[in-house]
Structure formats: C-alpha cells, structure tokens
C-alpha cells in the first residue's frame, strides 16, 4: 500500500473509457476509417496499445499496424471529421458522475488529467453539463507544461495535476497521498511511476489481453468492474 496512513488527501482522473464512454466512440469512429480502406476491425489487442497514448502517437500506431496508406495528419483530419458527428453522444460511465459530486461535496480535490487535447476535450464534454465543472484541475495532453514524448506511460500528466492542485490550494499533497483513476494499462504504469496508489477500471473488452491485476498493479492499487465498486471507506474517504 503507498497511502500514508491509508488516508486520501487527493483523487486524480483519467477521462476516456474511464468517466465517459469515448473509448467505445474512438473504436465505433476508427473502424468506419479502417473499413473505407477495406482493413480492420481493430480489435482489442490492438487497441490496449493505444489507450492513454496522445493522439499523434496513437495515430502513428494505427498506421503502422493496419498498413494504412494515410499519414498521421491525414489520419487525424479524418478521425476529427467522424469524432465530431459522435461526440454529442458522449455519456459518463456508471458511477463516475456520483463519484466526482462526492468527492467534491467532501471537498477532496480532484483533477482531470487526459491525453485528449483541448478541441477533443470540449468536443467530448462540453454538452454534460455540471461534470467536468467539478475538477479543481484540468490537464490535457497538449498542456504546455508536458514534455513533447512525455505522455503516458510517463509520469507528467498526474504530476501537472498534482503540482495545479497544490498551487490552487496553497497545499503539499504528495504522490503516495493520492489515488489516480485509470482504465488503461498504459495510464496505470503511468500511475504507478508517478508513486501513486492506482485504481483501474478496464474495458471489459480487454479484460483477455491484459494481464492480472497482481501482474499489472502489484501492490500499487486495485482493479474494479466499474466506479460504482470504489469503497471509498476503504481509503479513509467516507
């Protein structure tokens, strides 16, 4: 356990296929691209590859993997034009909304930090109201202050968020104190790196192509079906 004292001073997000259903929305959008070229589906072993990664590089993956005969920048002029019909249709995932009032009703910061970019990060939640009014913090993955090539797995994003959460608040809050809230492997090693105790929400899509939760969290965190699981009692929260 890396909690001090098993006491939460701070939750930490993830945001796609973690709080909204946008990872379902990234598959739905790609596999309309992959088709028009006579390729895919992308299926899951691919795709656990992806989560968490910024866009130009996930792009670049995609390419690589299918053999697509598109360069990144045509990719993402193609993905945006589909994403965009679909991201009004964005929802949150079971448990999350409830969570996020909690935590903020209990006056627990909390900070957003996605590989989204910011145009993607309004497209997907500019229509859902209250939710994402409730952060503290938001980080996305085209923030100034990440490293170019600093994405997940790397620790950067959480400690941006971590570092506009002290500042915020005039506080000292470290790593171990907090829980970072992930459903990608990716994002969870990069949790883990940042020296936090992890919570991990995957798809139960890539359930068969990742490992078990001792091989991918060890003693570093928790794997739950859904946010509606979260013992907050258990983290000293309720």
């Not at 009703?105 to 500019?126: H, M, Q, W, Y």
Request: aromatic letters at 10%; proline letters at 7%.
């Amino acid at each position: 356990m890396y909690l001090i004292d098993n006491s939460v001073k701070a939750c930490l997000f993830d945001m796609d296929g973690l709080l909204i259903n946008t990872e379902d929305i990234y598959t739905l959008t790609l596999n309309r691209i992959l088709k028009e070229y006579g390729l895919g589906p992308l299926t899951w072993d691919v795709k656990i590859q992806l989560q968490g990664l910024p866009g130009q590089e996930a792009g670049k993956k995609i390419i690589e993997t299918y053999k697509l005969p598109l360069t990144p920048p045509e990719l993402e002029k193609k993905n945006m034009e589909i994403q965009n019909e679909y991201w009004p249709t964005a929802a949150f995932l079971p448990g999350a909304l409830e969570l996020l009032k909690w935590l903020k009703e209990k006056d627990i910061p909390i900070a957003l930090c996605t590989s989204s970019n910011k145009v993607k990060f309004k497209g997907k939640t500019s229509h859902l109201g209250e939710g994402f009014e409730l952060f503290d913090v938001v980080v996305t993955g085209d923030d100034e202050r990440i490293p170019p090539g600093r994405g997940k797995p790397y620790p950067d994003v959480w400690r941006v968020g971590l570092n506009g959460i002290n500042e915020k608040y005039d506080l000292d809050i470290k790593p171990e104190e907090c829980l970072v809230f992930e459903d990608a492997v990716l994002g969870v090693a990069s949790g883990k790196a940042f020296g936090s105790h992890v919570i991990w929400v995957p798809h139960t899509g890539s359930l068969p192509y990742v490992g078990t939760p001792e091989e991918v969290l060890g003693d570093q965190g928790e794997r739950l079906s859904s946010l509606e699981e979260f013992n907050k009692e258990k983290y000293g929260l309720a």
